[in-house]
């Protein structure tokens, strides 16, 4: 059983569509994550959801609009594609331990490579 | 804010050579410290972890030691192996309840047989 998944694995579009990134958790995780991997692997936070509640929201063009509809589903739709969007979306999970007690782990999904042409 | 700081790659290896991975952080609080390996065509997934100054995490040969003295949680191997292939990530986690994670620019390692 995959612990996080994300669908599609592999996603080609034209500029201006606008399209989805579907992420489901089977973990029990409280949170949940979007990062956004480009060509060099940098990896850069984008939104990060707890209990369906948006806690993180890094500068990002508001195109791109994360939607929780429970803690074990997070979804990004990204409107009008630009060529720059073009990367690899990684969804990903955690659980905060108690203050002090432990360390917050993540669990990265296999990531969602979106090619704008 | 928080950040880390990792060396640049590529780093090219012959198997059985000794592995260093630099990796120095900036934290106003008491931070949790992570290593995260990526596996071609794969999602980050964790190697070793320390949640506090002078702990040492470890797993699969790897070793990391927490250094508050010197902001540090340097990668080691003694003997790499082809497999250990990947883009290697230092990460850093707050504390508390706050459940940001701040990834590094990752190291790409490659070792040759």
């Known amino acids: 059983d995959t612990a996080v998944s994300q669908t599609p694995k592999y996603l080609v579009t034209q500029m201006g569509n606008d399209k989805s990134i579907k992420c489901e958790q089977n973990?029990?995780?409280?949170?949940m994550y979007w990062y956004k991997q480009d060509s060099k692997k940098f990896l850069k936070i984008m939104f990060s959801?707890?209990?369906?509640?948006?806690?993180i929201n890094e500068t990002v063009p508001n195109r791109f609009s994360p939607k929780s509809p429970d803690k074990a589903h997070l979804n990004l739709h990204i409107n009008s594609l630009e060529l720059g969007d073009s990367a690899v979306y990684f969804c990903?999970?955690?659980?905060?331990?108690?203050?002090?007690?432990?360390?917050?782990?993540?669990?990265f999904g296999a990531g969602s490579r979106l090619t704008v042409l | 804010g928080d950040s880390v700081t990792q060396m640049e790659g590529p780093v090219t290896l012959s198997e059985e050579a000794f592995l260093t991975i630099n990796c120095t952080y900036t934290?106003?609080?008491?931070?949790?410290l992570f290593w995260y390996v990526q596996y071609p065509g794969e999602g980050l997934q964790l190697l070793l972890k320390?949640?506090?100054?002078?702990d040492k995490g470890s797993n699969k040969g790897f070793e990391a030691t927490y250094r508050k003295e010197t902001t540090s949680f340097h990668l080691e191997k003694g003997s790499v192996q082809v497999s250990d292939s990947a883009v290697y990530f230092c990460?850093?986690?707050?504390?508390?309840?706050?459940?940001?994670?701040?990834f590094g620019a990752g190291t790409r390692l490659t070792v040759k047989p």
């Open positions: 990903a999970s955690s659980q905060v331990f108690p203050s002090g007690s432990g360390a917050n782990v993540l669990t």
């Open positions: 973990l029990g995780h409280d949170t």
């Open positions: 959801y707890n209990n369906k509640e948006l806690i």
């Open positions: 934290a106003t609080g008491y931070p949790s």
């Open positions: 320390a949640t506090k100054a002078d």
């Open positions: 990460a850093l986690s707050p504390g508390g309840n706050n459940n940001d994670m701040r």
